[in-house]
Protein backbone atom coordinates (compact mmCIF):
# COMPACT_ATOMS: atom_id res chain seq x y z
CA UNK A 1 0.00 0.00 0.00
CA UNK A 2 1.39 3.32 -0.88
CA UNK A 3 1.12 6.30 1.68
CA UNK A 4 0.20 9.57 -0.27
CA UNK A 5 2.96 12.43 -0.42
CA UNK A 6 2.30 15.25 2.61
CA UNK A 7 2.66 17.89 -0.91
CA UNK A 8 -0.31 16.24 -2.09
CA UNK A 9 -2.66 19.39 -2.76
CA UNK A 10 -5.77 16.79 -2.11
CA UNK A 11 -4.51 15.01 1.18
CA UNK A 12 -5.29 18.31 3.36
CA UNK A 13 -8.59 19.68 2.03
CA UNK A 14 -11.39 21.03 3.97
CA UNK A 15 -8.84 20.02 7.28
CA UNK A 16 -7.08 23.65 7.25
CA UNK A 17 -8.84 25.40 9.99
CA UNK A 18 -9.11 22.19 12.14
CA UNK A 19 -6.98 22.06 15.87
CA UNK A 20 -5.54 19.04 16.55
CA UNK A 21 -6.15 19.14 20.03
CA UNK A 22 -9.96 19.18 19.25
CA UNK A 23 -8.90 15.50 18.33
CA UNK A 24 -6.18 14.37 20.76
CA UNK A 25 -7.31 16.61 23.72
CA UNK A 26 -5.06 18.81 25.31
CA UNK A 27 -1.90 17.33 25.69
CA UNK A 28 -0.51 16.94 29.30
CA UNK A 29 2.80 17.92 30.78
CA UNK A 30 4.79 15.89 33.18
CA UNK A 31 3.05 16.77 36.51
CA UNK A 32 5.13 17.49 39.38
CA UNK A 33 5.10 14.65 41.89
CA UNK A 34 3.27 14.77 45.52
CA UNK A 35 4.76 12.47 47.71
CA UNK A 36 3.86 11.06 50.69
CA UNK A 37 5.93 12.17 54.34
CA UNK A 38 8.69 9.37 54.75
CA UNK A 39 7.36 7.11 58.33
CA UNK A 40 9.43 8.31 61.11
CA UNK A 41 11.58 6.17 63.06
CA UNK A 42 10.35 5.13 66.78
CA UNK A 43 11.93 6.16 69.81
CA UNK A 44 14.73 3.96 70.48
CA UNK A 45 14.29 3.01 74.31
CA UNK A 46 16.84 0.35 74.01
CA UNK A 47 19.74 3.19 74.43
CA UNK A 48 18.29 3.87 77.98
CA UNK A 49 19.78 1.98 80.88
CA UNK A 50 17.42 -0.54 82.12
CA UNK A 51 15.72 1.10 84.93
CA UNK A 52 14.68 4.12 82.50
CA UNK A 53 13.90 2.30 79.66
CA UNK A 54 11.88 0.05 82.11
CA UNK A 55 10.03 3.04 83.33
CA UNK A 56 9.43 4.39 79.57
CA UNK A 57 7.79 0.70 78.21
CA UNK A 58 5.78 0.28 81.20
CA UNK A 59 4.55 4.10 80.94
CA UNK A 60 3.28 3.92 77.63
CA UNK A 61 1.75 0.38 78.46
CA UNK A 62 -0.26 1.72 80.82
CA UNK A 63 -1.03 4.14 79.27
CA UNK A 64 -1.38 2.91 75.96
CA UNK A 65 0.75 6.15 74.07
CA UNK A 66 3.53 5.83 71.96
CA UNK A 67 7.06 5.29 73.40
CA UNK A 68 8.07 8.33 72.16
CA UNK A 69 6.42 10.64 74.82
CA UNK A 70 7.79 8.69 77.87
CA UNK A 71 11.45 8.25 76.20
CA UNK A 72 11.80 12.14 75.14
CA UNK A 73 10.54 12.99 78.72
CA UNK A 74 12.47 11.00 80.18
CA UNK A 75 15.37 12.41 78.59
CA UNK A 76 14.39 16.11 80.28
CA UNK A 77 13.32 14.90 83.71
CA UNK A 78 17.08 14.00 83.19
CA UNK A 79 17.76 17.12 82.62
CA UNK A 80 16.10 18.04 84.95
CA UNK A 81 18.25 16.43 87.65
CA UNK A 82 21.14 17.53 85.80
CA UNK A 83 21.26 20.69 84.38
CA UNK A 84 23.42 23.20 85.35
CA UNK A 85 25.43 20.15 87.45
CA UNK A 86 27.40 18.90 84.87
CA UNK A 87 29.03 19.42 81.25
CA UNK A 88 30.59 17.51 78.75
CA UNK A 89 34.03 18.32 77.48
CA UNK A 90 33.94 16.46 74.08
CA UNK A 91 37.67 17.82 72.80
CA UNK A 92 39.79 20.95 73.74
CA UNK A 93 37.56 23.35 74.63
CA UNK A 94 34.09 22.37 73.56
CA UNK A 95 31.95 21.81 76.45
CA UNK A 96 28.13 21.10 76.36
CA UNK A 97 25.71 21.49 79.10
CA UNK A 98 23.69 18.75 80.21
CA UNK A 99 20.44 20.44 79.83
CA UNK A 100 18.19 19.81 76.49
CA UNK A 101 14.86 21.06 75.32
CA UNK A 102 12.43 18.54 73.85
CA UNK A 103 8.53 18.88 72.19
CA UNK A 104 6.93 16.26 71.61
CA UNK A 105 3.75 16.33 69.03
CA UNK A 106 0.35 14.76 70.13
CA UNK A 107 -2.88 15.29 69.23
CA UNK A 108 -5.43 15.94 72.53
CA UNK A 109 -6.49 12.89 73.67
CA UNK A 110 -3.68 10.65 74.14
CA UNK A 111 -3.10 10.88 77.89
CA UNK A 112 -0.12 13.51 77.44
CA UNK A 113 -1.17 14.35 81.27
CA UNK A 114 -1.33 10.86 82.49
CA UNK A 115 2.71 10.11 81.16
CA UNK A 116 3.56 13.23 82.57
CA UNK A 117 2.25 12.76 86.13
CA UNK A 118 3.83 9.15 86.18
CA UNK A 119 7.51 10.88 84.83
CA UNK A 120 8.11 13.55 86.78
CA UNK A 121 5.93 13.17 90.08
CA UNK A 122 9.35 11.33 91.33
CA UNK A 123 11.16 14.10 90.30
CA UNK A 124 8.63 16.73 92.47
CA UNK A 125 9.24 14.39 95.20
CA UNK A 126 13.00 14.92 95.02
CA UNK A 127 11.94 18.62 94.95
CA UNK A 128 10.38 18.36 98.05
CA UNK A 129 13.22 16.46 99.86
CA UNK A 130 15.40 19.14 99.19
CA UNK A 131 12.56 21.98 100.11
CA UNK A 132 12.52 19.47 103.72
CA UNK A 133 16.55 18.58 103.57
CA UNK A 134 16.74 22.60 103.30
CA UNK A 135 14.84 23.70 105.72
CA UNK A 136 17.19 23.98 108.60
CA UNK A 137 19.60 26.29 106.58
CA UNK A 138 17.25 28.18 106.01
CA UNK A 139 15.90 28.80 109.26
CA UNK A 140 19.40 29.33 110.34
CA UNK A 141 19.84 31.98 107.64
CA UNK A 142 16.90 34.06 108.64
CA UNK A 143 18.08 33.99 112.59
CA UNK A 144 21.56 34.89 111.67
CA UNK A 145 19.90 37.84 109.23
CA UNK A 146 17.44 38.90 112.57
CA UNK A 147 20.55 38.94 114.83
CA UNK A 148 22.63 41.02 112.45
CA UNK A 149 20.07 43.31 111.63
CA UNK A 150 19.62 43.68 115.19
CA UNK A 151 22.92 44.38 116.41
CA UNK A 152 23.60 46.65 113.04
CA UNK A 153 20.04 48.69 114.55
CA UNK A 154 21.62 48.44 117.97
CA UNK A 155 25.03 50.02 116.81
CA UNK A 156 23.23 53.07 114.86
CA UNK A 157 21.60 54.10 117.74
CA UNK A 158 24.55 54.52 119.80
CA UNK A 159 26.39 55.83 117.36
CA UNK A 160 23.76 58.75 117.38
CA UNK A 161 24.02 59.19 120.72
CA UNK A 162 27.61 59.09 120.90
CA UNK A 163 29.51 61.90 122.26
CA UNK A 164 31.07 63.24 119.17
CA UNK A 165 35.15 62.29 120.19
CA UNK A 166 33.70 58.37 120.18
CA UNK A 167 30.74 59.18 116.96
CA UNK A 168 33.25 57.89 114.19
CA UNK A 169 34.22 54.83 115.76
CA UNK A 170 30.82 53.77 116.55
CA UNK A 171 29.41 55.03 113.15
CA UNK A 172 32.27 52.98 111.29
CA UNK A 173 31.71 50.35 113.16
CA UNK A 174 27.36 50.42 112.77
CA UNK A 175 28.07 50.91 109.01
CA UNK A 176 30.23 47.98 108.51
CA UNK A 177 27.29 45.66 110.41
CA UNK A 178 24.82 47.40 107.94
CA UNK A 179 27.05 46.22 105.05
CA UNK A 180 27.23 42.51 106.52
CA UNK A 181 23.20 42.23 106.64
CA UNK A 182 23.02 43.36 103.45
CA UNK A 183 25.42 40.97 102.29
CA UNK A 184 23.33 38.21 103.63
CA UNK A 185 20.62 35.83 102.47
CA UNK A 186 18.39 33.36 103.10
CA UNK A 187 18.71 30.69 100.53
CA UNK A 188 15.37 30.27 98.25
CA UNK A 189 13.17 27.36 98.78
CA UNK A 190 14.58 24.60 96.21
CA UNK A 191 12.31 24.38 92.51
CA UNK A 192 13.41 22.04 90.32
CA UNK A 193 10.16 22.42 87.57
CA UNK A 194 8.03 25.36 86.35
CA UNK A 195 5.28 25.68 84.50
CA UNK A 196 3.18 28.36 82.85
CA UNK A 197 6.14 30.78 83.23
CA UNK A 198 6.96 34.18 81.41
CA UNK A 199 11.02 34.82 80.27
CA UNK A 200 11.19 37.36 83.37
CA UNK A 201 9.95 34.58 85.48
CA UNK A 202 12.75 32.41 84.20
CA UNK A 203 15.24 34.79 85.12
CA UNK A 204 14.32 35.18 88.87
CA UNK A 205 13.80 31.36 88.94
CA UNK A 206 17.47 30.94 87.83
CA UNK A 207 19.03 33.84 89.56
CA UNK A 208 16.98 32.17 93.21
CA UNK A 209 18.17 28.42 92.01
CA UNK A 210 21.57 28.51 91.16
CA UNK A 211 21.52 29.29 87.71
CA UNK A 212 18.95 26.01 86.65
CA UNK A 213 15.51 25.81 86.32
CA UNK A 214 12.97 23.21 84.36
CA UNK A 215 9.68 23.84 82.53
CA UNK A 216 8.17 20.50 81.91
CA UNK A 217 4.40 20.57 80.53
CA UNK A 218 1.71 18.88 78.84
CA UNK A 219 0.82 21.79 77.03
CA UNK A 220 2.44 24.09 74.65
CA UNK A 221 1.56 27.30 76.38
CA UNK A 222 5.20 28.05 77.05
CA UNK A 223 5.54 28.91 73.10
CA UNK A 224 2.30 31.30 73.40
CA UNK A 225 4.52 33.09 75.92
CA UNK A 226 7.42 33.35 74.07
CA UNK A 227 5.12 34.56 71.15
CA UNK A 228 4.22 37.33 73.31
CA UNK A 229 1.05 36.35 75.14
CA UNK A 230 1.76 38.74 77.93
CA UNK A 231 3.37 41.62 76.44
CA UNK A 232 2.97 41.80 72.89
CA UNK A 233 6.04 40.89 71.21
CA UNK A 234 8.27 38.16 70.90
CA UNK A 235 10.91 37.31 74.20
CA UNK A 236 12.67 34.59 73.11
CA UNK A 237 16.15 36.02 74.60
CA UNK A 238 16.03 33.95 78.13
CA UNK A 239 15.51 30.81 76.14
CA UNK A 240 18.52 31.72 73.96
CA UNK A 241 20.60 31.84 76.27
CA UNK A 242 19.20 29.16 78.60
CA UNK A 243 19.91 26.50 76.21
CA UNK A 244 23.62 28.07 75.16
CA UNK A 245 24.44 28.44 78.83
CA UNK A 246 25.55 31.99 77.73
CA UNK A 247 25.59 34.79 81.04
CA UNK A 248 22.67 36.66 81.79
CA UNK A 249 22.50 40.39 83.13
CA UNK A 250 19.28 41.79 83.90
CA UNK A 251 18.83 45.93 85.58
CA UNK A 252 15.62 46.41 85.64
CA UNK A 253 14.49 49.77 87.38
CA UNK A 254 13.15 49.61 91.20
CA UNK A 255 14.55 45.70 91.37
CA UNK A 256 17.45 43.76 92.33
CA UNK A 257 19.89 43.42 89.34
CA UNK A 258 20.48 39.74 88.36
CA UNK A 259 23.32 38.34 87.46
CA UNK A 260 23.91 34.09 85.94
CA UNK A 261 26.69 33.04 84.97
CA UNK A 262 26.14 29.97 82.83
CA UNK A 263 22.48 29.53 83.06
CA UNK A 264 20.83 25.99 82.43
CA UNK A 265 17.43 26.04 81.52
CA UNK A 266 15.45 22.57 80.77
CA UNK A 267 12.39 22.60 78.49
CA UNK A 268 10.20 19.53 78.10
CA UNK A 269 6.74 19.74 76.37
CA UNK A 270 3.90 17.48 74.92
CA UNK A 271 1.93 19.93 72.35
CA UNK A 272 -0.20 19.79 69.72
CA UNK A 273 0.80 19.07 66.15
CA UNK A 274 -0.42 22.70 65.03
CA UNK A 275 1.62 24.31 67.61
CA UNK A 276 4.76 22.87 65.58
CA UNK A 277 3.07 23.93 62.47
CA UNK A 278 3.13 27.71 63.82
CA UNK A 279 6.32 28.20 65.44
CA UNK A 280 7.89 29.50 62.36
CA UNK A 281 5.73 32.12 62.64
CA UNK A 282 6.76 33.69 65.45
CA UNK A 283 8.70 36.83 64.91
CA UNK A 284 12.39 35.84 64.73
CA UNK A 285 12.23 32.26 65.97
CA UNK A 286 14.05 30.52 63.33
CA UNK A 287 16.74 34.08 62.58
CA UNK A 288 17.47 33.77 66.55
CA UNK A 289 17.93 30.06 66.57
CA UNK A 290 14.73 28.91 68.79
CA UNK A 291 13.58 26.25 66.90
CA UNK A 292 17.33 24.94 66.21
CA UNK A 293 17.22 24.53 69.33
CA UNK A 294 14.70 22.09 70.47
CA UNK A 295 14.49 18.10 69.83
CA UNK A 296 11.36 17.11 68.06
CA UNK A 297 9.27 14.15 67.64
CA UNK A 298 6.78 13.25 66.08
CA UNK A 299 5.29 9.93 66.71
CA UNK A 300 2.12 8.29 65.01
CA UNK A 301 -0.68 8.35 67.72
CA UNK A 302 -2.54 4.89 69.06
CA UNK A 303 -5.98 6.59 69.12
CA UNK A 304 -8.88 4.14 67.76
CA UNK A 305 -6.13 1.09 68.09
CA UNK A 306 -4.95 0.82 71.99
CA UNK A 307 -5.54 -2.02 74.06
CA UNK A 308 -8.33 -1.82 76.68
CA UNK A 309 -6.90 -4.29 78.94
CA UNK A 310 -2.91 -3.36 79.01
CA UNK A 311 -0.29 -4.64 81.56
CA UNK A 312 -0.05 -2.07 84.50
CA UNK A 313 3.37 -0.97 85.39
CA UNK A 314 5.15 -2.96 87.94
CA UNK A 315 5.38 -1.22 91.18
CA UNK A 316 9.06 -2.07 91.41
CA UNK A 317 9.88 -0.38 87.94
CA UNK A 318 8.03 2.36 89.31
CA UNK A 319 9.89 2.16 92.85
CA UNK A 320 13.24 1.63 91.00
CA UNK A 321 13.00 4.66 88.52
CA UNK A 322 11.84 7.07 91.65
CA UNK A 323 15.27 5.94 93.54
CA UNK A 324 17.19 6.28 91.04
CA UNK A 325 16.54 9.81 89.78
CA UNK A 326 16.00 10.78 93.36
CA UNK A 327 19.23 10.17 94.35
CA UNK A 328 20.92 11.45 91.22
CA UNK A 329 18.96 14.64 91.59
CA UNK A 330 19.90 14.94 95.37
CA UNK A 331 23.60 13.88 94.64
CA UNK A 332 24.41 16.69 92.30
CA UNK A 333 21.97 19.68 93.75
CA UNK A 334 24.79 20.69 95.78
CA UNK A 335 27.19 21.57 92.93
CA UNK A 336 27.88 25.01 92.26
CA UNK A 337 30.84 24.22 89.69
CA UNK A 338 29.67 21.32 87.17
CA UNK A 339 31.05 18.54 86.96
CA UNK A 340 33.16 17.73 83.83
CA UNK A 341 32.28 14.31 82.07
CA UNK A 342 35.45 13.34 79.89
CA UNK A 343 35.29 10.41 76.87
CA UNK A 344 37.07 7.66 76.53
CA UNK A 345 39.54 7.36 73.44
CA UNK A 346 36.95 5.15 71.87
CA UNK A 347 34.19 7.55 72.56
CA UNK A 348 35.79 10.10 71.41
CA UNK A 349 36.26 8.17 67.89
CA UNK A 350 32.11 7.43 68.05
CA UNK A 351 31.54 11.19 68.23
CA UNK A 352 33.94 12.04 65.51
CA UNK A 353 32.82 9.58 63.19
CA UNK A 354 29.04 11.18 63.94
CA UNK A 355 30.52 14.96 63.44
CA UNK A 356 31.84 13.62 59.95
CA UNK A 357 28.63 12.97 59.05
CA UNK A 358 27.17 15.53 60.17
CA UNK A 359 29.69 18.38 58.11
CA UNK A 360 28.81 15.90 54.89
CA UNK A 361 25.65 16.76 54.93
CA UNK A 362 25.70 20.30 55.77
CA UNK A 363 26.45 21.92 51.84
CA UNK A 364 24.13 23.23 49.59
CA UNK A 365 23.01 19.84 47.82
CA UNK A 366 23.40 18.04 50.91
CA UNK A 367 20.80 16.24 52.76
CA UNK A 368 20.35 18.40 55.78
CA UNK A 369 20.68 21.72 53.70
CA UNK A 370 16.73 22.46 54.82
CA UNK A 371 17.81 22.11 58.13
CA UNK A 372 21.29 23.62 57.93
CA UNK A 373 20.84 25.86 61.90
CA UNK A 374 19.18 22.53 63.57
CA UNK A 375 21.77 20.06 61.91
CA UNK A 376 24.53 22.60 63.08
CA UNK A 377 23.76 21.80 66.55
CA UNK A 378 22.71 18.29 66.20
CA UNK A 379 26.79 16.97 67.47
CA UNK A 380 26.13 19.18 70.46
CA UNK A 381 23.08 17.92 71.34
CA UNK A 382 24.65 14.27 70.48
CA UNK A 383 26.93 15.06 73.45
CA UNK A 384 24.79 16.11 75.72
CA UNK A 385 22.42 12.97 75.82
CA UNK A 386 25.54 11.37 75.88
CA UNK A 387 26.06 13.13 79.00
CA UNK A 388 22.73 12.16 80.37
CA UNK A 389 23.27 8.35 79.65
CA UNK A 390 26.19 8.20 81.10
CA UNK A 391 24.79 10.17 84.49
CA UNK A 392 21.57 7.69 84.21
CA UNK A 393 24.03 4.30 84.11
CA UNK A 394 26.03 5.56 86.85
CA UNK A 395 23.58 7.72 89.11
CA UNK A 396 25.95 7.47 92.34
CA UNK A 397 29.03 8.08 90.82
CA UNK A 398 29.00 9.28 86.97
CA UNK A 399 31.14 12.26 87.46
CA UNK A 400 33.89 10.07 88.87
CA UNK A 401 34.24 8.17 85.16
CA UNK A 402 34.95 9.00 81.49
CA UNK A 403 31.70 8.81 78.91
CA UNK A 404 32.28 5.04 77.20
CA UNK A 405 31.69 4.26 73.90
CA UNK A 406 28.72 2.10 74.12
CA UNK A 407 26.91 5.38 75.80
CA UNK A 408 28.37 7.57 72.81
CA UNK A 409 27.01 5.41 70.54
CA UNK A 410 23.50 5.22 71.87
CA UNK A 411 23.68 8.94 71.89
CA UNK A 412 24.50 8.94 68.31
CA UNK A 413 21.25 6.54 67.63
CA UNK A 414 18.58 8.70 69.52
CA UNK A 415 20.77 12.06 67.47
CA UNK A 416 19.63 10.00 64.60
CA UNK A 417 16.20 9.90 65.94
CA UNK A 418 15.90 13.40 67.04
CA UNK A 419 17.11 14.46 63.27
CA UNK A 420 14.02 12.33 61.10
CA UNK A 421 12.30 13.63 62.88
CA UNK A 422 13.15 17.54 62.57
CA UNK A 423 13.72 17.11 58.79
CA UNK A 424 9.78 16.23 59.11
CA UNK A 425 9.07 19.21 61.14
CA UNK A 426 10.95 21.66 58.87
CA UNK A 427 9.42 20.38 56.05
CA UNK A 428 5.46 21.08 57.17
CA UNK A 429 6.76 24.40 58.68
CA UNK A 430 7.93 25.43 54.87
CA UNK A 431 5.98 23.44 52.70
CA UNK A 432 2.11 24.08 51.26
CA UNK A 433 -0.22 23.23 54.20
CA UNK A 434 -2.66 21.44 50.97
CA UNK A 435 0.67 18.73 50.51
CA UNK A 436 -0.92 16.06 52.93
CA UNK A 437 -4.85 16.71 51.66
CA UNK A 438 -3.38 17.01 48.53
CA UNK A 439 -1.52 13.64 48.91
CA UNK A 440 -4.91 12.03 50.17
CA UNK A 441 -6.98 13.14 47.24
CA UNK A 442 -4.09 11.58 44.95
CA UNK A 443 -3.85 8.50 46.67
CA UNK A 444 -7.96 7.81 46.29
CA UNK A 445 -7.73 9.03 42.54
CA UNK A 446 -4.76 6.64 41.84
CA UNK A 447 -6.91 3.81 43.36
CA UNK A 448 -9.91 4.45 41.94
CA UNK A 449 -8.42 4.70 38.61
CA UNK A 450 -10.93 7.92 37.52
CA UNK A 451 -10.65 9.54 34.29
CA UNK A 452 -12.69 12.37 35.63
CA UNK A 453 -14.66 12.93 38.33
CA UNK A 454 -17.18 16.32 39.71
CA UNK A 455 -15.80 17.15 43.11
CA UNK A 456 -19.49 16.78 44.74
CA UNK A 457 -18.74 12.87 43.18
CA UNK A 458 -14.98 13.07 44.86
CA UNK A 459 -16.46 14.58 48.29
CA UNK A 460 -18.52 11.88 48.62
CA UNK A 461 -15.73 9.44 48.42
CA UNK A 462 -13.69 10.76 50.97
CA UNK A 463 -13.57 10.20 54.84
CA UNK A 464 -15.31 12.93 56.38
CA UNK A 465 -12.89 12.92 59.23
CA UNK A 466 -10.30 14.04 56.50
CA UNK A 467 -12.76 16.59 54.39
CA UNK A 468 -15.35 17.69 56.93
CA UNK A 469 -17.40 20.13 54.59
CA UNK A 470 -16.72 20.10 50.74
CA UNK A 471 -14.93 23.21 50.71
CA UNK A 472 -12.33 21.82 52.52
CA UNK A 473 -11.38 19.92 49.03
CA UNK A 474 -10.33 23.21 47.36
CA UNK A 475 -6.81 23.56 48.76
CA UNK A 476 -6.28 20.13 47.62
CA UNK A 477 -7.76 20.58 44.16
CA UNK A 478 -5.49 23.90 43.74
CA UNK A 479 -2.43 22.17 44.48
CA UNK A 480 -3.22 19.03 42.27
CA UNK A 481 -4.07 21.20 39.56
CA UNK A 482 -0.94 23.46 40.00
CA UNK A 483 1.15 20.52 39.91
CA UNK A 484 -0.36 18.79 36.77
CA UNK A 485 -2.26 16.34 38.08
CA UNK A 486 -5.31 17.39 37.16
CA UNK A 487 -7.55 20.10 35.28
CA UNK A 488 -11.04 21.51 35.64
CA UNK A 489 -13.30 21.85 32.68
CA UNK A 490 -15.32 24.50 31.09
CA UNK A 491 -18.26 24.70 32.93
CA UNK A 492 -21.37 23.57 30.62
CA UNK A 493 -23.63 26.46 29.31
CA UNK A 494 -26.41 27.14 31.82
CA UNK A 495 -30.12 27.09 30.50
CA UNK A 496 -31.30 30.14 32.32
CA UNK A 497 -33.93 27.39 34.11
CA UNK A 498 -32.36 28.92 37.13
CA UNK A 499 -31.03 26.24 40.18
CA UNK A 500 -28.04 24.88 41.84
CA UNK A 501 -24.98 25.21 39.22
CA UNK A 502 -23.06 22.13 38.30
CA UNK A 503 -20.18 21.04 40.60
CA UNK A 504 -16.88 22.00 38.68
CA UNK A 505 -15.80 18.58 36.88
CA UNK A 506 -11.78 17.60 36.45
CA UNK A 507 -9.98 15.45 34.16
CA UNK A 508 -7.30 13.42 35.42
CA UNK A 509 -3.65 13.43 34.39
CA UNK A 510 -3.44 9.95 32.19
CA UNK A 511 -0.96 8.83 34.87
CA UNK A 512 -3.53 8.86 37.12
CA UNK A 513 -5.11 5.95 35.16
CA UNK A 514 -2.22 3.97 34.01
CA UNK A 515 -1.59 0.03 35.68
CA UNK A 516 1.06 0.62 37.76
Excluded at 157 to 181: C, F, H, N, W
Excluded at 191 to 199: E, F, G, I, K, R
Excluded at 405 to 426: I, R, S
Aim: glycine fraction near 8%.
Amino acid sequence: MSIPNDTSPDLWEGFEHLDPEEITGTPWDEPVPITARPALPTFPVSTLPAWLGDMVNGVAEETQTPVDLAGCLALAVLATAAGGRAKVCVRGNWREPVNIYTAVALDPGNRKSAVFDLMVRPLLAAEKALIELSGPIRAEAETTIRLAKAAADKATSKAASAEPGARDALTTEAIGLAQAVEEMTVPAIPQLVADDVTPENVGTLLDQQGGRISCLSAEGELFDIIAGRYTGKPNMGMFLKGHAGDMIRVNRQGRDAQHIDAPAVTVGLAIQPEVLDSLARIDGADGRGLLARFLYSKPVSLVGSRNLSPELLDEQVASTYAKQLAGLTLALADWTDPAILTLTQEADAVILAFQRVTESRLGKDGSFASIVKWASKRDGAVARIAGLLHLATHPEDGWHKPIEAATMAAATELGDYFTAHALDVFDVMTASPARDTAYAVLTHLRASRLTGFSKRELFRALPRADFPAIGDLDPALTLLEEHGWIRQQPAPPRNGRGGRPPSPRYESHPRITRAA
